[in-house]
């Protein structure tokens, strides 16, 4: 059974950065496409960013293209998200998944197997 566990998310000032990390536990890491989702209340969980089995490929939102940078570390089953110039537009939960399945940069939701419990990232204006 895979576990997915986010962490380093907190309350900070628009333009600030936060990097939020999500160990992974269970599988054979290196083996899957990892993205990274958010969901603000009242909306829909979305898309914000997936990176290939080996780093190499990676893809974004519009709405965080620039801004903000995922990478993983297979050695350390570990995947990461960088976010600089934060807006209060991107207060959500973040969740990072796991796609077992579709060896692709999948933005879609239902394409991920696995799901962490999320992590609250919360900018002041």
């Known amino acids: 059974q895979v576990q997915l566990a986010e962490s380093g998310g907190g309350l900070v000032q628009a333009g600030d950065s936060l990097r939020l990390s999500c160990a992974a536990s269970?599988?054979?890491?290196?083996?899957?496409?990892m993205g990274w989702f958010r969901q603000a209340p009242g909306k829909e969980r979305e898309f914000v960013a997936v990176i290939s089995r080996n780093g190499g490929s990676t893809y974004y939102a519009a709405s965080v293209r620039g801004r903000f940078t995922i990478s993983r570390d297979n050695a350390k089953n570990t995947v990461y998200l960088q976010m600089n110039s934060l807006k209060p537009e991107d207060t959500a939960v973040y969740y990072c998944?796991?796609?077992?399945?579709?060896?692709?940069?999948?933005?879609?939701?239902?394409?991920?197997?696995?799901w962490g419990q999320g992590t609250q990232v919360t900018v002041s204006s």
């Open positions: 998944a796991m796609d077992r399945d579709n060896p692709s940069l999948s933005i879609r939701r239902s394409d991920y197997d696995y």
């Open positions: 269970g599988h054979t890491f290196s083996r899957y496409y």
